[in-house]
T-cell receptor, first 112, second 112 residues
Framework: EAQVTQNPRYLITVTGKKLTVTCSQN?????MSWYRQDPGLGLRQIYY???????DKGDVPEGYKVSRKEKRNFPLILESPSPNQTSLYFC???????????FGPGTRLTVL | AQSVTQPDIHITVSEGASLELRCNYS??????LFWYVQSPGQGLQLLLK??????LVQGIKGFEAEFKRSQSSFNLRKPSVHWSDAAEYFC??????????FGSGTKLNVKP
């Protein structure tokens, strides 16, 4: 089944403890992106990647890192999480940057 | 600055009634516009998109949207709402297919 998977789906952590949220797609998509969703703000783009080893900042990249070493994976790294990074995170992918984006199920992160 | 605005936070309509959700954009160049739906606890699903050509675009689930450059709008419509349409709807846009901007969302309630 074609899908975008994210792990974990739920995570509660403490300030400063490094964490990684994984994103994987099995559709051979070139474009991948991370968003965070906060009430009243909609989705805001964190980082995107047009292909392997090509990443760039979205609207809210501060406090986040990404890497794209393989086409299928696009992990989101929080080196030192803070409470203002408590949010619902979505990974998305598309065949190329002009094609339909398919969203993962979301990861709900709470930073205490 | 590029932005997408959804002026209505909540909308309630009766089942069988018509629906219009508003979206306004602010882009320097021609925007590419999208409408997504998010059911509770789910990721986002694309309803329709506008790139160019006919300004009235048809989407899935009986939805349509009309691009009006003079009003900087891309409103979503459905002639007869079903209870299963209750969800949150997001308008989104881009002008280069790298960065995507989402509105803050409109929550649709459907009265029986």
């Amino acid at each position: 089944e074609a899908q975008v998977t994210q792990n974990p789906r739920y995570l509660i952590t403490v300030t400063g403890k490094k964490l990684t949220v994984t994103c994987s797609q099995n559709m051979n998509h070139e474009y991948m992106s991370w968003y965070r969703q906060d009430p009243g703000l909609g989705l805001r783009q964190i980082y995107y990647s047009m292909n392997v080893e090509v990443t760039d900042k979205g609207d809210v990249p501060e406090g986040y890192k990404v890497s794209r070493k393989e086409k299928r994976n696009f992990p989101l790294i929080l080196e030192s999480p803070s409470p203002n990074q408590t949010s619902l995170y979505f990974c998305a992918s598309s065949l190329d940057r002009t094609d339909t984006q398919y969203f993962g199920p979301g990861t709900r992160l709470t930073v205490l | 600055a590029q932005s997408v605005t959804q002026p209505d936070i909540h909308i309630t309509v009766s089942e069988g009634a018509s629906l219009e959700l508003r979206c306004n954009y602010s882009y320097g160049a021609t925007p590419y516009l999208f409408w997504y739906v998010q059911s509770p606890g789910q990721g986002l699903q694309l309803l329709l998109k506008y790139f160019s050509g006919d300004t009235l675009v048809q989407g899935i689930k009986g939805f349509e949207a009309e691009f009006k450059r003079s009003q900087s709008s891309f409103n979503l419509r459905k002639p007869s709402v079903h209870w299963s349409d209750a969800a949150e709807y997001f308008c989104a846009g881009t002008n280069n297919f790298n960065k995507f901007y989402f509105g803050s969302g409109t929550k649709l309630n459907v009265k029986p």
